[in-house]
């Protein structure tokens, strides 16, 4: 009996002593299995339709780590309770399942340990731990006003159209989706299977609300805490805040310049002045891991196809809703290239130097990313014969946790399937975290090998 009691213990301290990026990893990975086996039951399929392992394993992965790639029409195929389950999963991905539990327990009046504060800071990528349970409330409270005012938004226009209990339901659901830039939508029952919001092209307030509701929650909850805290005094801003708020701007920017240049004489050929204007900045938005689309995917030009790539690879601002290698560390790089082009002393902007750490992190981010990027592609064109255009996509926008496709998702064999949900796995949890819950307690030796040269460029 003693004996037992001892391997008891052993087992809660090795638990213990799990790093934070492991216990983020494992933390959505039961998040996962728990939705897949609800989207399993009976209850959550529709009468007539059936749902197999592989596609509520696919939904629920999609839904948790907020993609929107789907193999079933959400509308069509889920009941009531079935969309419902996917909402709070995408809710649940959307702010972090470390800032739920946290909220819980304060609710709770739980004492909340520093263990749980190292994990919280981790889970929301802030740069320090004071205030980061703070930082977790503001973070909740912000979700539920924003999103609210969101859904109230969008019922304007959708109770109007689809009556008073689809009308509530539909507003309070994609505002939460578009938030949480997960890319579900229900509009599959009345304009068409997988049609997302292609009806909406030419609705400016529809638009419009689910621009600001995804820029939003992609900008970053950090940036929130700073801006609550300096109002509109830029230049007191920390320095992550005016990066992520700047680059965000031109990406924008360019992106709807770009797109509107690109499509003009193509799919927006036969398209008035202010629906041109609307999907040129849709389609500068969404491909940042929104998930939706006001025009079809499908038919944008190689240029158009290869910009929206671009976009779901950078996708939003660090500790978000949204995934892709994020805006920052694009940024990083790009300031780092230059002013190695410029043989400046330091990586330096906006009066500030950044520390080499934060550009080493950068680096591993981007190469991690695009390592996974290309495997996955070898790998699903080998196992299918896909065409490799809709393969780049379907890969960038898995690991970008983008959502958007060329409609080849719910033609993936179980191994491509399994290959994107990994995929997506690694988008949420962060590619950098994925490798660190395998390599951040291995031990090193604490000796540096002789130095020498090779040749670069």
């Known amino acids: 009996m003693k004996r037992k ?28 299995l728990a939705g897949t086996l609800v989207l399993l039951l009976p209850f959550a399929t529709k009468e007539g339709q059936h749902t197999s392992f592989s596609e509520a394993l696919f939904t629920a992965t999609s839904a948790t780590c907020v993609t ?10 889920w009941t009531t309770a079935g969309k419902l389950i996917i909402l709070v999963m995408i809710q649940v991905g959307g702010l972090g399942f470390m800032t739920m539990g946290v909220m819980f327990a304060m609710l709770l009046k739980r004492t909340i340990s520093l263990r749980v504060r190292g994990m919280l800071q981790e ?58 830039n997960a890319g579900f939508d229900l509009m599959g029952m009345d304009y068409g299977e997988y049609s997302s919001f292609c009806a909406y092209s030419n609705h400016l307030w529809v638009n419009v609300v689910l621009m600001s509701l995804i820029t939003i929650g992609a900008i970053g909850f950090f940036v929130w805490n700073d801006v609550l805290e300096k109002k509109f005094h830029f230049q007191q801003y920390k320095l992550h805040t005016k990066l992520a708020l700047v680059s965000t701007g031109i990406i924008f920017f360019a992106g709807s310049v ?15 002045i202010k629906e041109t204007v609307l999907t040129s900045m849709f389609s500068a938005v969404t491909p940042r891991t929104a998930g939706f689309n006001t025009i079809d995917t499908a038919s944008l030009s190689n240029s158009s196809f290869l910009l929206t790539i671009v976009l779901m690879f950078i996708g ?11 805006t920052v560390t694009i940024t990083v790089l790009a300031v780092y290239v230059w002013s190695n082009l410029r043989n400046e002393t330091g990586c330096n902007i906006f009066g500030r130097r950044l520390p080499d750490e934060v550009i ?36 960038f926008s898995a690991i970008g946790t983008a959502g958007m496709s060329t409609g080849v998702t719910r033609d993936l064999l179980l191994p491509s399937r399994l290959v994107i949900i990994l995929l997506m796995y690694c988008g949420r949890i962060g590619s950098m975290s994925f490798a660190l819950s395998f390599t951040e307690r291995k031990k090193v030796a604490p000796v540096k090998l002789p130095e020498e040269n090779v040749l670069i460029g």
């Open 5 to 32: 009691k001892k391997v008891y213990k052993e087992k809660i301290d090795s638990t213990h002593h799990m790093s934070h990026a492991q216990i983020i990893a494992m933390g959505y990975l039961l998040v996962i």
């Open 68 to 77: 929107g790639l789907v193999v079933v029409d959400t509308a069509s195929h």
């Open 123 to 180: 889970s929301m990528n802030s740069i320090q731990l004071g205030g980061v349970v703070k930082m977790a409330r503001r973070v909740v409270l912000g979700t539920i006003l924003v999103e609210g005012i969101g859904a109230l938004a969008l019922m304007l226009v959708f109770i109007p159209q689809f009556g008073w209990g689809k009308g509530i339901f539909f507003g309070i659901f994609h505002s939460v989706s578009a938030f949480c």
């Open 258 to 272: 770009l797109f509107y240049f690109f499509e003009r004489d193509g799919l927006m050929e036969h398209m008035g």
């Open 316 to 326: 939003g601002s660090p500790g978000s809703t949204a995934g892709g290698v994020k």
């Open 360 to 395: 080493k992190k950068a680096s591993n981010v981007l190469m991690l990313n695009l390592a996974l990027a290309v495997i996955a592609v070898i790998t699903i064109s080998y196992l299918q014969p896909i065409s490799l255009r809709d393969t780049l996509f379907e890969v």
